[in-house]
């Protein structure tokens, strides 16, 4: 495969997952008590409990974002 191709791929996936999660953090912030009362629905959480896992969530999905996106489409930047 070519290079500006992955380059290209790599560089839409960055966005895209940070697209997401730009909304998912905006829909936490803006929507957070909504959000909550459904998932209160499924599961015995109370509100610290809740917030600290959704925080925890979009930080690991920010650090997948950088090492599967952004890390490999700098460095095809640098390579190419």
Same mark, same amino acid.
């Given at each position: 495969? $070519?290079?500006?191709?992955?380059?290209?791929?790599?560089?839409?996936?960055? =966005?895209?997952? /940070?697209?997401? &999660? #730009?909304?998912?953090?905006?829909?936490?912030?803006?929507?957070?008590?909504?959000?909550?009362?459904? $998932?209160?629905?499924?599961?015995?959480?109370?509100?610290?409990?809740?917030? =600290?896992?959704? /925080?925890?969530? &979009? #930080?690991?999905?920010?650090?997948?974002?950088?090492?599967?996106?952004?890390?490999?489409?700098?460095?095809?930047?640098?390579?190419?």
């Amino acid at each position: 495969m $070519h290079i500006g191709t992955l380059c290209w791929f790599f560089f839409w996936c960055t =966005v895209i997952n /940070y697209l997401i &999660l #730009g909304g998912m953090t905006a829909a936490f912030v803006l929507l957070g008590d909504k959000i909550f009362a459904l $998932h209160r629905r499924w599961f015995d959480l109370d509100k610290g409990t809740f917030e =600290v896992a959704m /925080y925890f969530f &979009l #930080g690991i999905y920010k650090i997948l974002v950088l090492v599967f996106c952004f890390v490999p489409w700098i460095a095809l930047l640098i390579a190419g």
